[in-house]
């Protein structure tokens, strides 16, 4: 601690008493607003002035001789000075400690609309996967399976697995997307499989939300198989 602040640390017990010069006073009022540990030892001093006057058989002491001489002089203790500068000291650390509140307050709402609009901007790019739904097999044929779609920043992946294909057909399978407002596109192709089974995975620029059904069609495209997301 600073010779300065000790050296006005000093002069609290007289102002208590009302024992400083205008000066003094001055010079220590300018200083406590600004200093936590001074405010604090002023607070535990200030009661001493009446215990002092309480007390029986205590003679004058030469602060308060000196009080009664000077006139001019402050007196904060017979007037009440202390009281009012304490007081003023408490309504200073309970505005600066509201305004200190208010900031926490702003900056974590601030802090919550950041992470909020973050949160907003993060939602449509989780990837999130659907149940998987189960073929339906087109007339004339008896083909299972399920499809998975799982929803991406730039539309669907589509995972597929098929049993029981018709092994005889010619040329490759087709796996088709149709959007709820008519669009169809093709997610991905694949060869005959010898065992008539396939397990496929492919993508469309169809959203999620989007898609109406999901189509196997044959070489000839024919309708094989087709699921509607749940």
């Keep these: 601690m600073s010779t300065d602040h000790d050296d006005v640390r000093m002069l609290i017990g007289a102002y ?22 001074c405010r604090d030892e002023l607070a535990r001093s200030a009661p001493l ?16 001789a000196t009080r009664e001489a000077d006139t001019d002089a ?4 017979s007037s009440g ?6 007081e003023q000291v408490r309504a200073a650390d309970v505005a600066r400690r509201r305004r200190a509140r208010r900031q926490w307050l702003a900056m974590a709402a601030a802090l919550i ?5 973050g949160l907003g901007l993060m939602l449509p790019f989780r990837h999130s996967t659907g149940p998987a739904t189960a073929f339906t097999a087109a007339a004339g044929y008896s083909v299972s399976g399920r499809a998975t779609l799982t929803a991406k920043p730039w539309g669907t992946a589509v995972s597929v697995t098929l049993a029981d294909l018709p092994a005889g057909a010619s040329g490759p399978f087709v796996l088709q997307v149709s959007s709820v407002d008519g ?16 397990a496929v995975t492919g993508a469309s620029a169809v959203h999620l939300p989007d898609i109406r059904f999901i189509s196997v069609l044959d070489h000839a495209g024919r309708l094989v198989a087709t699921t509607r997301p749940l």
């Excluded at 002035?49 to 308060?64: D, K």
């Excluded at 000075?81 to 304490?86: F, H, N």
């Excluded at 609309?113 to 609009?117: D, E, F, I, M």
């Design 113 to 117: 609309v950041v992470a909020g609009l």
């Design 183 to 198: 669009r169809k596109e093709q997610a991905a192709t694949w060869a005959i499989t010898p065992n008539g089974t396939a």
């Design 49 to 64: 002035a009446g215990l002092l006057r309480r007390a029986p058989g205590v003679p004058a002491t030469r602060c308060q």
């Design 81 to 86: 000075g202390v009281d009012r500068l304490l």
């Design 16 to 37: 208590v008493l009302g024992g400083l010069s205008e000066s003094d006073r001055r010079v220590l009022e300018s200083h406590l607003p600004m200093c936590q540990e």
């Design 74 to 77: 402050a007196s904060p203790a």
